[in-house]
Every structure is written in structure tokens, then in C-alpha cells.
């Protein structure tokens, strides 16, 4: 519940950043990594984890060897984050804005990235510019899978044009609506 209040706050605060006023609903967590061969995942990047609702359902598959980045440009959401998991050696929480990936895998020694899962909004221009090059970067380096979520299908298709994603799956049952899209 307190992490539900924090989430809808940041929505009234920054509207287009949080995209929406409730966090995504375990079954939107559950089907956007359905089907993910966990067993051959090592390193693992999640873009604006909000409250960790897709987080958990990441930690609950991943090996635990494996290491993860939360990266969030929110601070509520990264002292939240931090406060959470900052016992765990193998799980890092980076304020930070997304399109800094490669930046963000030098500082922690990533070698490689197996997976992104991003459930960020529409980023502005420059910024989405930088990130998609960064994502179609890692998809030719290391064949990385990357799974997305938006609630504006049409807007996205558009925008995202140049990226090869396909339809995974809608989940209408979430609130808003949700198109999961994804490549690899
Ligand atoms: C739609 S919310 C998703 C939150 C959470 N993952 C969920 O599914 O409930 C979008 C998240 O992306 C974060 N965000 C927005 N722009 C960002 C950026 N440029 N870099 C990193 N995080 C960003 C927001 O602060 C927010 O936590």
C-alpha cells in the first residue's frame, strides 16, 4: 500500500516520467518475462524499476549467481530500491537515466548484458535517440534480449519504428492496458 501512495505522489509530480498512476500488476511482472530462459542469464539491466513490482518477479527467476542493475531516475524510487537491496552482493541500484547503459555496465564491471527489461515511458527525443542506439548495440555486441512495456501502442510503433521489436503479448487485464514488445 505505502509503496502504491509513493508511486500514484510521483505520478502527480512528474506525470509524462511516471507514465502511470498505479505500479504494473504481478501478472503484467509475470508475462513480461514469460518465457526466458533464466538458466543461461548471467547479466541482467532493469530501467526504471519504480517500486520493484517487475524487480521482484525478476529476482524470483533469476539464478542466484546471476547480477542485476536497477537503473531509476526518481530518488523516492532509489532510496526505496537502496534501502531494499543493498545487502545483496550481486544486486546494484543506480540513479541514473537510462541512456547511460554503457556507462552504467563499465561502472559495474558488466561484461555483457544477456537482458533489458525496461518499463520506462516514452523518452524524450535526445534522450530516446541515445537509448535505442545503446539497445540495437547490444543486441549486435551480445545478442541481448529486450523486453519493453508501453501503454500507448500506436505512439511507440511510430516512434520506434527502426528497432525490429514484435508484439509479444497485450495485457488488457493490467491497468492502464499493456502491449509487451520485445526482440530476441
Ligand atoms: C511506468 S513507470 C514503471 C515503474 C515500474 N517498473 C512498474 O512497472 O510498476 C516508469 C518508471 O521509469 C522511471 N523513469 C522514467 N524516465 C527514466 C529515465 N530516463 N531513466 C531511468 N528511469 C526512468 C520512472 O521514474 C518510473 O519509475
Same mark, same amino acid.
Given at each position: 500500500? %505505502?509503496?502504491?501512495?509513493?508511486?500514484?505522489?510521483?505520478?502527480? %509530480?512528474?506525470?509524462?516520467?511516471?507514465?502511470?498512476?498505479?505500479?504494473?500488476?504481478?501478472?503484467?511482472?509475470?508475462?513480461?518475462?514469460?518465457?526466458?530462459?533464466? !538458466?543461461?542469464?548471467?547479466?541482467?539491466?532493469?530501467?526504471?524499476?519504480?517500486?520493484?513490482?517487475i524487480t521482484q518477479e525478476i529476482i524470483k527467476n533469476m539464478k542466484t549467481d546471476s547480477k542485476l542493475i536497477l537503473v531509476e531516475? &526518481?530518488?523516492?524510487?532509489?532510496?526505496?530500491?537502496?534501502?531494499?537491496?543493498?545487502?545483496?552482493?550481486?544486486?546494484?541500484? &543506480?540513479?541514473?537515466?537510462? @541512456?547511460? $547503459?554503457?556507462?552504467?555496465?563499465? +561502472? =559495474? @564491471?558488466?561484461p555483457k548484458l544477456d537482458i533489458i527489461i525496461s518499463s520506462l515511458p516514452i523518452l524524450p527525443e535526445k534522450n530516446r535517440t +541515445?537509448?535505442?542506439?545503446?539497445?540495437?548495440?547490444? !543486441?549486435?555486441?551480445?545478442?541481448?534480449? =529486450?523486453?519493453?512495456?508501453?501503454? $500507448?501502442?500506436?505512439?511507440? %510503433?511510430?516512434?520506434?519504428?527502426?528497432?525490429?521489436? &514484435?508484439? +509479444?503479448?497485450?495485457?488488457?487485464?493490467?491497468?492502464?492496458?499493456?502491449?509487451?514488445?520485445? %526482440?530476441?
Amino acid at each position: 500500500m %505505502k509503496d502504491n501512495i509513493l508511486f500514484a505522489k510521483n505520478f502527480f %509530480k512528474n506525470p509524462s516520467r511516471n507514465a502511470s498512476l498505479v505500479p504494473s500488476s504481478n501478472t503484467l511482472s509475470k508475462k513480461l518475462i514469460n518465457g526466458i530462459d533464466f !538458466d543461461n542469464i548471467n547479466y541482467i539491466m532493469e530501467l526504471g524499476p519504480g517500486t520493484g513490482v517487475i524487480t521482484q518477479e525478476i529476482i524470483k527467476n533469476m539464478k542466484t549467481d546471476s547480477k542485476l542493475i536497477l537503473v531509476e531516475l &526518481e530518488n523516492s524510487y532509489v532510496d526505496m530500491l537502496f534501502n531494499r537491496y543493498s545487502s545483496y552482493s550481486n544486486i546494484f541500484v &543506480e540513479k541514473n537515466t537510462a @541512456e547511460n $547503459m554503457f556507462d552504467i555496465l563499465s +561502472k =559495474y @564491471e558488466f561484461p555483457k548484458l544477456d537482458i533489458i527489461i525496461s518499463s520506462l515511458p516514452i523518452l524524450p527525443e535526445k534522450n530516446r535517440t +541515445k537509448l535505442v542506439n545503446n539497445i540495437l548495440k547490444a !543486441d549486435s555486441q551480445w545478442g541481448s534480449v =529486450y523486453r519493453t512495456i508501453t501503454y $500507448m501502442p500506436f505512439i511507440f %510503433k511510430k516512434v520506434y519504428k527502426n528497432m525490429g521489436l &514484435e508484439l +509479444k503479448e497485450r495485457v488488457i487485464s493490467n491497468f492502464p492496458p499493456v502491449w509487451i514488445r520485445g %526482440k530476441n
